[in-house]
Nanobody
Framework: QVQLVESGGGLVQAGGSLRLSCAAS????????MGWYRQAPGKQRELVTT???????DYADSVKGRFTISRDNAKNTVYLQMNSLKPEDTSIYYC??????????????WGQGTQVTASS
């Protein structure tokens, strides 16, 4: 029903910036919120940021002031601007969409993941 394709990952020096993109296709009206998660080797996948349809944002404490989530509704695309990258930010980043369920609640759809590496 919804597919997510993400891009923009890469290797950057610590202190540098990257901008990730996540393009959604399918039944866009099912999407209630979108966001980004990340998972480093040997660690649990963690929430980075979310953006609801009404424009409410949430950020993990570790990225506040450095990362910004935004969207372009005309393109059905969500972005993650990452500034002042640290080696600790090195992870696979996954785009996420929360879709409405028919009888309440939501379920997750995930992008394929894109590698972000910040080297010191």
């Amino acid at each position: 029903q919804v597919q997510l394709v993400e891009s923009g990952g890469g290797l950057v020096q610590a202190g540098g910036s990257l901008r990730l993109s996540c393009a959604a296709s399918g039944v866009i009206s099912l999407i209630n919120a979108m966001g980004w998660y990340r998972q480093a080797p040997g660690k649990q996948r963690e929430l980075v940021t979310t953006l609801t349809n009404s424009g409410i944002t949430d950020y993990a404490d570790s990225v506040k002031g450095r990362f910004t989530i935004s969207r372009d509704n005309a393109k059905n695309t969500v972005y993650l601007q990452m500034n002042s990258l640290k080696p600790e930010d090195t992870s696979i980043y996954y785009c996420n969409a929360k879709l409405k369920r028919p009888f309440g609640g939501f379920y997750d759809v995930w992008g394929q993941g894109t590698q972000v590496t910040a080297s010191s």
